[in-house]
Every structure is written in structure tokens, then in C-alpha cells.
């Protein structure tokens, strides 16, 4: 009866590097949502996975984020050429389906520190 | 203007007040989400409302539409309450199933 679960929960990188962060849904939900939450503030939608494929990328900031989900289920989110912005706090959520009614339940977070 | 707004940003309460939490919204929702997280912690969703009123335990969540507002209210409040109260809505428009978020509100309560 796991939840949603994130890894690593801590990652600190230097400016310049390349990160992935994984996420591992909750198993059967379709649905997989990516967040970012800067300190003192609620969590911005970055990306959205319906199976396998990118439903929305609208959140996404700019070229050097991208996010897979090759099997419909765990998905990663990279990170090209950190920037010291880029620190914050990366949460993952599923839901059974996209519909409206659809409980999204998150992960723990990874909290991304870009030095 | 954030789509949604939450008020008060901070609230500290003494165990046992009656706690209000309230967000407005600017767009077309097709619900909206309460949501609670504790320092270092996840994020725990505990109302989804597109209408009227909810109850769980001592927590209590309230919605007019037409006025694109909603409360969450804490009976008997508690230590074990204090975390970050975050409001979010799905939009009508673009993606219905992401959510957007307000900054959240900050509660502790001391004995």
C-alpha cells in the first residue's frame, strides 16, 4: 500500500550539472503530476502525464527541464545545466484518472539545492 | 494578481480557537482543493468542494461559486494542527486536471 514516492529527497549539485529526479506513482494511477514549490510559496504545475505521453508541458520554465514517463508509470524529471533558481522543492503527484473528481495524492518532495 | 489568493498568510492561535482559513479565486473552477503540509513533509489533500460545504472531523470546508470564494474553518484547534493550509483549484480553461495553487497559510497553535 505504498503512496507516492520520491528520489533522492535530498540533491545538491553545483551550478552547470545536470539532475534527475525520480518519481514513482502510485501503482494503476494513470495520471502523473510534476510541481515546483520555491521557499514560502504554494507549489507551481510544471508538467502533467496521461500514461505515457505529456499532456500539458505549459509549466515547464524553459528547455532545460524535460520529464519522461516511458512505461506510464515512474516518471523522471531532468534538469539540464542547473541554475541556482532552479532550487526548490520538486513534488510528484497521481491520481487514478485526469478527471475532475480525481484525488492527487503527492510524494514527499525532493528538495533540489543548486550551490 | 495570483489566480488565487489565501488570507490571513500567517495565524497563530491559542489550542482550542475556532480557526478560519479563507482563498478566492479569479477564473472558472471545476473544483477546488484544501490541502495540508507539515514542515518537511508531504502535501495531504483534505477537502475537494465544487459546491456547498464539507465536514471531517473538526475541519470544515465551505464554497460559493458565485462569489468564486471558500473557508476552511478548525473547530477546537490543536498543536497537531499547525502546518501550511494550501487552497488550490482546477481551472476550467487550458489543462482541467492541473491544479493551481495559492501561497498558503502558515498556522501554529500553542498551548
Known amino acids: 500500500g505504498a503512496g507516492v514516492s520520491q528520489t533522492p529527497s535530498n540533491k545538491v549539485t553545483e551550478k552547470g550539472k545536470y539532475v534527475e529526479l525520480r518519481c514513482d506513482p502510485i501503482s494503476g494511477h494513470t495520471a502523473l503530476y510534476w510541481y515546483r514549490q520555491s521557499l514560502g510559496q504554494g507549489p507551481e504545475f510544471l508538467i502533467y502525464f496521461q500514461g505515457t505521453g505529456a499532456a500539458d508541458d505549459s509549466g515547464l520554465p524553459n528547455d532545460r527541464f524535460f520529464a519522461v514517463r516511458p512505461e506510464g508509470s515512474v516518471s523522471t524529471l531532468k534538469i539540464q545545466r542547473t541554475e541556482r533558481g532552479d532550487s526548490a522543492v520538486y513534488l510528484c503527484a497521481s491520481s487514478y484518472s485526469s478527471g475532475n473528481t480525481d484525488t492527487q495524492y503527492f510524494g514527499p518532495g525532493t528538495r533540489l539545492t543548486v550551490l | ?111
Not at chain 2, 472558472?28 to 472531523?57: D, N, R, T
Not at chain 2, 473538526?58 to 461559486?65: D, K, V, W
Not at chain 2, 476552511?72 to 502546518?83: C, E, K
Request: net charge positive; proline share 3%; aromatic share 6%.
Open chain 2, 1 to 111: 494578481k495570483n489566480e488565487v489568493e489565501q488570507s490571513p498568510q500567517n495565524l497563530t492561535a491559542q489550542e482550542g480557537e475556532f480557526i478560519t482559513i479563507n482563498c478566492s479565486y479569479s477564473v472558472g473552477i471545476s473544483a477546488l482543493h484544501w490541502l495540508q503540509q507539515h514542515p518537511g513533509g508531504g502535501i495531504v489533500s483534505l477537502f475537494m468542494l465544487s459546491s456547498g460545504k464539507k465536514k471531517h472531523g473538526r475541519l470544515i470546508a465551505t464554497i460559493n461559486i458565485q462569489e468564486k470564494h471558500s473557508s476552511l474553518h478548525i473547530t477546537a484547534s490543536h498543536p497537531r494542527d499547525s502546518a501550511v493550509y494550501i487552497c488550490a483549484v482546477r481551472s476550467l480553461a487550458g489543462t482541467a486536471s492541473k491544479l493551481t495553487f495559492g501561497t498558503g497559510t502558515r498556522l501554529q497553535v500553542t498551548l
